[in-house]
């Protein structure tokens, strides 16, 4: 069992069962389309999606949030796709997509760029990508994001790896979090949302 299978094997959902704030403001304003959800945990993002008419395929290493997310999917009367595997490893971005959507997808810096380089490859033209994570002034608060200063982001480098991406939103300033046990407090958060030239 993996660290996140871990956190999520429990009756509660971690970071609740609501969508993140910023995915919600977003994703109603999008044509219906498909959509890649990456890391998508327990699935609160990707079941909101598709409550609003859209292809959804969501891809995690954890096996206990895919559960999880079918099962939420289920409550919800909606369907997803939801693919067990590491997002660096999964073949995602060999196929083309309408939205991507990265919620708090914190990897090791050494793949972060070519992570986001495959966000912003497999998005056709005029495709979207929504993203938001926490930024390096969240390192030592205790409302979410990794312990590790390196694995959060910069708002400046972000905008750099994500070729062929216009931004036509890109800001860091700081929220306050109530994302069930998870993200709950205020919170500096990078949001990005842009569209494929």
Known sequence: MTRWDER?????????RAPNYFVAEQLPLLPKGRGVYLAEGEGRNAVFAAGLGHHVVAVDASAVGRR???????????????????????PW??????????????????HRAELHRRAAQCLRPGGTLILVSFS??????????????????????????????????????????????????????????????
Not at 8 to 16: K, S, T, V
Not at 68 to 87: C, P, Q
Not at 93 to 110: G, R, S, T
Not at 142 to 171: M, N, Q, T, Y
């Open 8 to 16: 999520y094997d429990h009756e509660r959902y971690f970071y609740g």
């Open 136 to 197: 390096r002034a969240q390192f030592g608060r205790p409302s979410g994001g990794p312990p590790r200063e390196d694995w959060l982001h910069d708002l400046a480098e972000l905008r750099g790896e994500f070729p062929g991406i216009e931004f036509e939103h890109a800001v860091e300033r700081e929220v306050d979090l109530q994302e069930g046990v998870g993200h709950v407090g205020p919170a500096m958060v990078i949001e990005m949302l842009g569209t494929k030239a």
């Open 93 to 110: 971005h060999e196929q083309a997509w309408d939205h991507a959507v990265l919620c708090y997808v914190h990897v090791a810096p050494e």
């Open 68 to 90: 999880k997310a079918l099962a939420l999917a289920a409550d919800r009367g909606v369907g997803i796709h939801y693919h067990v595997g590491d997002v660096l490893e999964n």
